[in-house]
């Protein structure tokens, strides 16, 4: 098993190295690795391999990983849709980052009970770059907007970039768009501050590094 993942991640890491280069020796890269379809003993033998990032789309699964895996300095990322009664279980588990910050109904309700806590929360606000009915996230035209009143009215609420997922299609041409215009959001948002643009999953990530993105998220390429 733990062969197949060096060569797995070594593979994914090569890439992503050549795709940020093409763009600039500058442009740094995170990795986040999602283990939404692999098992506690991948993520700890990837942890040995070197990698100390990992994401989750489930509330449940992400407690159970971050309590298993408690003896490794790993950082957690949420990185899925967030029910509003799971609010409570999320904030106690204080992940590095919720990336899927996606309307401002969540926003009210993420800031309320951060307040009752006294904490606060990093997260991506999440664009839905080609407006697809099947996808959360605020559209393009709103985005700038949305982000702005998040920053003014939730202030438990840390913003720090947006977060897409690319078009669920077999077209370059389209997915490239959606990682566009999820680019442009960024880079006008950055003098809100934003410093993370959250784009590229397994079938896409070299493509999403080259429209500019700085933390891919990939799972199936890693652990399969
Ligand atoms: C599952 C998931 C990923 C990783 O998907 P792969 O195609 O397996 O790389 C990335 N982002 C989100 C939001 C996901 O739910």
């Not at 309320?112 to 991506?124: F, G, I, P, S």
Request: proline share 1%; hydrophobic share 40%.
């Amino acid at each position: 098993m733990k062969d197949q993942l060096r060569k797995n991640l070594d593979e994914v890491i090569w890439n992503i190295e050549q795709a940020r280069i093409a763009v600039s020796e500058h442009h740094i890269v995170k990795l986040v690795a999602v283990g939404k379809y692999s098992s506690e003993e991948s993520i700890a033998a990837l942890y040995e391999l070197g990698q100390r990032a990992f994401g989750e789309n489930q509330v449940q699964q992400l407690a159970a990983r971050m309590e298993h895996l408690d003896h490794l300095p790993l950082e957690w990322h949420m990185i899925g849709s967030l029910q509003s009664n799971k609010i409570n279980k999320l904030l106690e588990l204080r992940p590095t980052l919720f990336q899927a910050l996606d309307s401002i109904k969540l926003a009210d309700a993420l800031n309320q009970r951060l307040a009752k806590r006294n904490q606060t929360l990093n997260a991506l606000l999440q664009i839905n770059a080609a407006n697809e009915e099947t996808k959360s996230g605020v559209s393009v035209e709103e985005a700038v907007d949305r982000y702005q009143e998040i920053q003014e009215r939730y202030p438990h609420i840390k913003l720090k970039g947006v977060m897409s997922i690319g078009t669920h299609t077999d077209e370059t041409q389209a997915i490239q768009k959606s990682f566009e215009s999820t680019y442009k959001i960024y880079d006008q948002l950055r003098k809100n501050g934003a410093t993370i643009c959250s784009m590229g999953m397994s079938s896409d990530y070299e493509l999403a590094i080259r429209c500019g993105s700085n933390l891919v998220r990939v799972g199936s390429k890693i652990f399969k």
